[in-house]
């Protein structure tokens, strides 16, 4: 049982470029969710997902994409990299979202845009 | 808005004391609170959450609740140097709506 995995863990990308963030759990979880925590910060969210189909914007969408098509796999798409987006994603996942909900977290990704 | 507020700190306590921290909440919809624990270049592990007014305890740590203020606190008794992390207050509004405090960041001193 891996729980929630992120690939990669760190890439550099130049302004303009593109790139998919992997998130996969397997822990039969119906919710995921992407975060990102910029340095001395909270993590702010980007999407989440209530299951396979299912998404809904955070608190920061913009310049972000998601989809769901299995309950396993909830990947984040960056169009058009901007420096602003430098920062560090984490993926989450949890089997409920009523108000006992315990979000698991994967390692993160550290992204750089230059 | 859905804000949630912490002391950035750095919050210093002497090993073997209580460590205090603090959390404002602005949506009084907010259903749900939970407490993180951050080590530098980790990812946040959940130390306990709370959704009924009061106290609740988990070994060294209790978490306090008070909707009425709008107000949860995170008390870690016997602080050891280990406990020194970044810890990140979050409260769930339901629907999967998370929202993190920036976090306080404690240093226990041997």
């Known amino acids: 049982n891996a729980g929630v995995t992120q690939t990669p863990k760190f890439r550099i990308l130049k302004i303009g470029q593109s790139m998919t963030l992997q998130c996969t759990q397997d822990?039969?979880?119906?919710?995921m969710y992407w975060y990102r925590q910029d340095p001395g910060m909270g993590l702010k969210l980007i999407y989440y997902?209530?299951?396979?189909?299912?998404?809904d914007k955070g608190e920061v969408p913009n310049g972000y994409n998601v989809s769901r098509s299995t309950t396993e796999d909830f990947p984040l798409r960056l169009e058009l990299a901007a420096p602003s987006q430098t920062s560090v994603y984490f993926c989450?996942?949890?089997?409920?979202?009523?108000?006992?909900?315990?979000?698991?977290f994967g390692p993160g990704t550290r992204l750089l845009v230059l | 808005q859905k804000e949630v507020e912490q002391n950035s700190g750095p919050l210093s306590v002497p090993e073997g004391a209580i460590a205090s921290l603090n959390c404002t909440y602005s949506?009084?919809?907010?259903?749900?609170f939970f407490w993180y624990r951050q080590y530098s270049g980790k990812s946040p592990e959940l130390i306990m959450f709370?959704?009924?007014?009061g106290d609740k305890e988990d070994g060294r740590f209790t978490a306090q609740l008070n909707k009425a203020s709008q107000y949860v606190s995170l008390l870690i008794r016997d602080s050891q140097p280990s406990d020194s992390a970044t810890y990140l207050c979050?409260?769930?509004?339901?629907?999967?709506?998370?929202?993190f405090g920036a976090g306080t960041r404690l240093t226990v001193k041997p």
């Open positions: 997902s209530v299951g396979a189909g299912i998404t």
């Open positions: 979050a409260v769930n509004s339901g629907s999967g709506d998370m929202r």
């Open positions: 989450a996942s949890s089997l409920l979202a009523d108000y006992q909900e315990t979000q698991y």
């Open positions: 949506d009084r919809g907010s259903q749900s």
């Open positions: 822990m039969n979880h119906n919710y």
């Open positions: 709370i959704y009924s007014n």
